[in-house]
């Protein structure tokens, strides 16, 4: 059974702001989810995240 992370505890797993992290849980880049007000995710959705080697910035071809 997997353990649910924070997203403060994402943030500090990853590296990533807060911010950050709900966004991509909210947009559903990273599965997660939302008990009450608060989103929660694993470690194993944030490591199939972090596989896909994600670049900040403007797209390519853009």
Request: charged fraction near 20%; proline fraction near 5%.
């Amino acid at each position: 059974m997997a353990q649910w992370l924070s997203v403060k505890e994402a943030a500090a797993y990853t590296g990533y702001s807060r911010g950050h992290i709900c966004y991509l849980l909210a947009n559903g880049l990273v599965e997660g989810h939302k008990f009450g007000r608060d989103w929660f995710t694993t470690k194993e959705a944030l490591d199939k995240y972090l596989a896909t080697n994600p670049r900040p910035g403007p797209k390519t071809g853009q």
